[in-house]
């Protein structure tokens, strides 16, 4: 029996049939009107929507609100007790460089953050950047950061007032706190400051939201006089640009899902044209930080699958001077690395747990920093400076808050120095976190993480939520989440499956949940929907399954084939029409994606596994449970028209009787609203349908 009572008439989208032929095969799709034409420009100006698509979203809009009018109480309730978790004065820890230490903070009631500084040992703040105050009057604003000149004069803010990601640069004098007349727009977010701090470089967006060219900007000049550095023509390739702790060279790094390319300047002439490292091989990957007289190089050349770490002279760093210093080991997958003045620093994850290593650079001796918890979640983050014996690390765990370390690589002193505070309290020893292993339908043993309170009663009974991702090499952390824990206090199982399509297990993980092998993230988390079943955490009506982006087209497959396994299916920002969208190649992430899900347009292969899994294409006369769908309107990742047209598929043909909601955000993209506590309303919104759809509202 379906838990939503005296529904309204659900909105019901025009049909009007569009044909799209591809390889001989012919598509008709009824919903396809729902794309703006104008969309690149509606992404800046959303009051250009077309009216008929607007007023179909208001429509879906009022019939989710009327679906869901019940559990209003209940989403206060769960509000609350989300930011009651908070604590709403919170500061970071500063970070030191040179003569000040650098952090952010929040004030109580605030929705946006503030940058400040003080004195390097200790004294009064200045807060350099007030979030909430660049915020007033904005429906949405995201802040990209702020970045400060190596003199510390300056500071480089950017920020998006609509969601579209397209971000402003502005520059602040970090003296006078006042900001300089220079306005860099569409950009990627964030710059990287010249030694002298009187120029910097940035990524500017395209109008198909692509991180295309590279320019310099000198300062007190206008964007229309910057210098392009580097145009990247490929449209199937990601590029970024980055600095060095010492300030000897700018980075250009180009990359797609599979394949990289760095291109150096060296700051000691900032004209110079970018020199290649390594050329662009489809398969080779790699990542550089500087070390002084040698960049250390994150590559797997050579075969190395699960990676290894090489050194360069910095004169020469082209690919036949590569030496190898930390080898490639099989079934340890290196994450990330950083270099000192006497230690080579890295992330690694073996068996689905993560460590952090660090080898003397002078004796080559290695340790690592250890724990000892079944599933946990660590942070690198290094320092900002290079002379150092000491780096930053975070560590948490589903049942420990967030910890914050400083770490002497010498003395190998561990010092604590901040706990995630949880004002309304919260007792490790009241719950339980563990990892049990799930078997695939081809004997593959799928990690889950689990977190329970120790009274919840494992015969079945407690609902559960499953969450899902498996993209991009994407792991999933088990960290701390003060979130759920109003689903936990509620007698909810909350389980992450860490599926095939991360890299939880290692560089084969993903690489056995992508492309031909994409269907294996979907029954992998229905296998660990069945062991959840089958060991008695849950049952199959009380069982919601959660997943964004990504996730969200992960949501959309299970829904298809196992759509009786789940009492619900929270879907946000789904990517749930793949075939469409990989066959339109003027979308923003369309030619960088095919190398994680193919290329349909060239590859008829590539086109009939798309057609064979993709969730739009795929809807069909079968009993959908209650799904919840969560778009944003200026997104330019998942378009809005995805999720729309999919809910309109979906309630066309679905037999069964929960119903199909759509929530989109008008004013927000991607990552939902942007205010720290507006982005708890809306957690507090899915959880409440998550609650109704399991048979608990209070």
Same mark, same amino acid.
């Given at each position: ?34 794309? %703006? ?193 580097? &145009? ?39 004209? %110079? ?23 250390? #190089? ?235 079943? @089958? /060991? ?13 982006? /990504? ?5 959309? @497959?299970?829904?298809?084939? /196992? ?5 619900? #299916? ?102 939902? @609203? ?7 309303? &809306? ?16």
């Amino acid at each position: 029996m379906s838990p939503f009572k005296s529904l309204p008439n659900a909105p019901v989208a025009a049909r009007k049939p569009f044909a799209d032929t591809r390889h001989g095969i012919t598509r008709t799709d009824d919903y396809a009107w729902l794309r %703006a034409d104008n969309w690149q420009a509606m992404f800046k100006d959303t009051t250009i929507l077309d009216p008929e698509i607007r007023s179909h979203l208001e429509a879906e809009n009022a019939y989710m609100t009327s679906a869901m009018a019940d559990t209003e109480t209940l989403q206060k309730v769960l509000f609350s007790e989300m930011r009651g978790r908070i604590k709403e004065d919170d500061s970071s820890v500063p970070v030191k460089d040179g003569p000040f230490a650098y952090g952010t903070a929040f004030v109580t009631g605030g929705e946006q953050p503030r940058y400040f500084r003080e004195p390097r040992e200790g004294g009064d703040r200045a807060v350099l950047l007030d979030g909430d105050k660049e915020a007033e009057g904005k429906d949405y604003f995201r802040l990209a950061g702020l970045d400060h000149s190596t003199d510390h004069a300056r500071g480089i803010w950017g920020y998006d007032d609509k969601g579209s990601e397209y971000f402003t640069l502005r520059i602040r004098d970090l003296d006078t706190l006042s900001d300089l007349a220079d306005e860099i727009e569409n950009t990627g977010g964030g710059g990287v400051w010249a030694p002298d701090g009187k120029s910097f470089f940035y990524t500017l967006l395209d109008d198909n939201h692509r991180p295309s060219r590279i320019y310099h900007h000198i300062l007190g000049t206008p964007q229309s006089a910057d210098r392009l550095v580097y &145009e990247e023509e490929d449209p199937g390739f990601f590029m970024g640009v980055g600095g060095s702790l010492l300030d000897d060279v700018i980075f250009i790094d180009i990359h797609d899902h599979e394949t990289s390319e760095y291109r150096l300047i060296p700051t000691s002439d900032l004209t %110079a044209e970018p020199k290649v490292v390594a050329p662009r091989e489809t398969g080779l990957e790699y990542s550089m930080v500087e070390g002084g007289d040698v960049f250390y #190089i994150l590559t797997n050349a050579d075969g190395a699958k699960d990676f290894k770490i090489v050194e360069a002279p910095f004169a020469t760093p082209e690919r036949a001077q590569w030496r190898e210093v930390v080898p490639h080991t099989p079934g340890r997958l290196i994450l990330s690395h950083m270099a000192f003045a006497g230690h080579l620093v890295w992330l690694e994850r073996e068996n689905g747990l993560p460590q952090i290593k660090i080898r003397d650079r002078k004796s080559g001796e290695e340790h690592a920093i250890a724990f000892a918890e079944e599933a946990f979640s660590l942070g690198l983050h290094g320092a900002a400076e290079y002379d150092t014996t000491v780096i930053r690390f975070s560590y948490s765990s589903m049942t420990t808050p967030a910890q914050l370390f400083d770490y002497d690589m010498v003395t190998r002193e561990r010092r604590l120095l901040k706990t995630q505070d949880v004002p309304s309290g919260h007792r490790i020893e009241d719950y339980v976190t563990r990892r049990v292993m799930a078997k695939a339908p081809d004997g593959e043993e799928v990690p889950v993480s689990l977190l329970y309170r120790k009274d919840t009663p494992l015969d079945g009974s407690a609902p559960c939520l499953l969450y899902g991702y498996g993209a991009y090499g994407m792991a999933i952390p088990a960290s701390f989440n003060t979130n759920c824990l109003s689903l936990v206090d509620r007698g909810f199982v909350y389980a992450i499956a860490h599926i095939r399509g991360g890299k939880d297990k290692g560089f084969a993980w993903y690489e056995d949940g992508k492309m031909e092998k994409k269907t294996n993230s979907f029954t992998d988390f229905i296998a660990a929907a069945d062991h959840l079943v @089958a /060991a008695r955490f849950t049952a199959y009506d009380k069982l919601v399954a959660q997943g964004g982006s /990504a996730g969200g087209m992960l949501m959309g @497959a299970v829904a298809n084939l /196992a759509p009786e396994k789940f009492a619900g #299916i929270i879907a946000a920002v789904p990517f749930v029409d793949v075939l469409s969208t990989m066959l339109d190649d003027t979308l923003p992430l369309t030619p960088p994606e095919w190398p994680e899900w193919g290329n349909p347009i060239e590859d008829e292969a590539a086109y009939h596994h798309i057609a064979s899994y993709s969730p739009y294409d795929n809807v069909g006369a079968k009993p959908y449970p209650p799904i919840l769908i969560l778009s944003g309107l200026t997104d330019p990742r998942v378009t809005y028209w995805e999720p729309t047209k999919w809910a309109a598929k979906l309630r066309a043909h679905t037999t069964g009787t929960g119903p199909i909601l759509l929530k989109t955000n008008m004013g927000a993209g991607h990552g939902g @609203a942007s205010g720290r506590f507006q982005r708890l309303e &809306e957690v507090a919104f899915e959880y409440a349908f998550a609650l109704k759809v399991a048979g608990i509202e209070a």
